[in-house]
């Protein structure tokens, strides 16, 4: 799972509202400011909407000893556009992990909210180690700048170890892990005077969310979960499956089409000859430097090969350039892949300091060979993926999690799960495992949908959801209307980038 630029629901501008409109929003600035115990000032950050509210609250890095260094945790406030709003609001948690919720506040996630938003407030909390709440950036070869790096081995260990040296001096690396920050993200409910809340999130959210919900129950009204996982993926054991899944429906879908398949008709084919080619070793490629312009003869690693591959797999949008990439790279041309590993990097976006923290105290520990072997066999990704992250995570301080932790969340709490069949990253089957555990809940496949929630069917179930409290009842016939994107098919646009 990655971040939540992913999501690109549909464009819309706050500052559309009708004066009236504002006025209302003013209203309930100040309701909001008198209640809250945080200050929090009217604010035009540079990723809120508007007449946002931005604040700050603090709370110690060791929650158990209430010693030490604290943590400045950075939130944004969208209030309510009306003059009684509604008393449960939303929060919205991101994916990654390691991205920053409040770049949400005005990006695409945004729109998400405007709905609801017309008589909730909407939250916005950085996690402890992202955006702006001491965050845990580092390079471990994310910066495309260097293409050796960018295209070598995945988590390189001096970089690990110098990321985590770094970060040692401003953090107590352990204590940043997903349970810690569900009490961070209760506090700050708490301050700003709410009871209970909705929670919504996307990929990596929709695990913290649980988390929430298994420890802090009476205070949760819905929840809203789109690319649906849980605790029990063991990240990142879940990439592998998860990847071949969508890449097997790609197959699968560039036949049907029309188009695609008379421009590609030995897709899978083709597939398999490149695959079989890094198999052997290194690909080298000759490439533009992206900084000097001059030419460079650059390995790419199988495992980055791979891991850019599957990233491109996560949604119908990214992975519609797929078949035109494969069939240049059976050619032995590699440029289409390095401009959409390029266009479609996640890495520099992601507090890593905070994703190794969760993955290696959360997920790696509970990765036998029995399950790697299982998870892996047959697929495209292999084996190396999750070894070269458990042999980052040696080097990496892991936090304190019960074995518990790996059980799925029970909740008797309303549950609205969006699942897309051709997700990348998070299939519907970890979604089908979560909602038995929850009576309230129901699971909605989309079949040409991959991660996160980027369709105006999404928007409405959201909506009916969070405003009913229950997902009794919605009408879910627009999921037949998502389709795939058109498959990118001549060079011209594929060149043209994302």
């Known amino acids: ?24 929003r003013t209203d309930d600035h100040r309701a909001i400011q008198v209640r809250s115990r945080i200050p929090l000032r009217t604010c035009n950050h540079e990723n809120a909407a508007g007449d946002a509210l931005c604040g700050n609250y603090e709370v110690y890095e060791d ?45 695409s996630p945004s729109t998400l909210f405007h709905e609801v938003g017309k008589n909730r407030d909407v939250i916005f909390v950085d996690q402890r180690g992202t955006g702006s709440s001491n965050p845990l950036n580092c390079d471990l070869g994310d910066d495309p ?23 040692e001096k401003v953090a107590n690396l352990a204590l940043y892990t997903t349970p810690i920050a569900m009490d961070d993200l209760d506090e700050v409910r708490e301050a700003l005077g709410y009871d209970k809340i909705n929670l919504a999130g996307s990929s990596y959210g929709t695990i913290a969310a649980q988390v929430y919900m298994r420890q802090h ?9 789109a690319g649906v996982a849980s605790p029990a993926i063991r990240q990142p054991l879940l990439f592998a499956r998860a990847a071949q899944n969508a890449l097997d429906f790609l197959f699968v879908d560039c036949a049907a089409d029309r188009i695609c398949n008379t421009a590609f008709p030995n897709f899978k084919s083709e597939f398999d000859a490149v695959i079989a080619r890094f198999d052997k070793g290194p690909v080298n490629a000759e490439l533009k430097d992206p900084q000097t312009g001059t030419k460079q003869t650059v390995q790419i690693t199988r495992e980055s090969f ?39 990097n996640v890495g520099p976006s992601l507090a890593r300091g905070m994703y190794l923290t969760v993955t290696c105290s959360e997920g790696v520990p509970f990765i036998t060979e029995s399950l790697l072997t299982q998870e892996s066999k047959g697929t495209f ?3 190396q993926r999750v070894r070269s992250h458990m042999e980052a995570c040696k080097e990496w301080s892991h936090g304190k999690i019960a ?14 799960m969006i699942s897309g069949e051709v997700d990348g990253a998070t299939p519907p089957w970890f979604g089908e495992d979560a909602v038995k555990h929850f ?7 989309f079949r040409n949908m991959g991660h996160g929630a980027n369709n105006a069917c999404v928007l409405s179930l959201f909506n009916d959801f969070i405003n009913s409290g229950s997902s009794a009842g919605l009408d879910t016939s627009c999921t037949a209307t998502v389709r795939r994107p058109a498959f990118i098919t001549v060079d011209s646009a594929l060149y043209a980038g994302p």
């Open 1 to 24: 799972m990655k971040s939540s630029r992913f999501l690109s629901i549909l464009t819309f501008s706050l500052s559309a509202l009708v004066a009236s409109g504002c006025s209302r």
């Open 63 to 107: 929650r158990t000893t209430k010693t030490g260094r604290k943590i400045s945790l950075n939130i944004i406030v969208l209030p309510a556009q009306t003059s009684n709003p509604t008393p449960d609001p939303v929060f919205w948690l991101v994916g990654g992990p390691g991205d920053a919720a409040t770049r949400d506040a005005d990006s």
């Open 145 to 167: 700048a260097n293409l050796a790096s960018f295209f070598g081995e995945l988590f390189p260990i001096e970089k690990v170890r110098a990321c985590r040296q770094q970060l």
């Open 217 to 225: 129950p009476d205070h949760v009204r819905a929840v809203f979960l």
């Open 306 to 344: 791979v891991e850019h591959l599957r990233l491109l797999l996560y949604a119908p949008y990214s992975a519609r350039y797929v078949p035109i990439m494969i069939h240049h790279a059976s050619q032995n041309d590699f440029l289409p892949f390095v401009s959409l590993a390029i266009s479609f």
């Open 381 to 383: 990704v292999g084996e």
């Open 403 to 416: 074995p518990e932790f790996i059980d799925l969340v029970n909740s008797a709490a309303p549950v609205l």
């Open 439 to 445: 009576p309230n809940g129901r699971q909605v496949k």
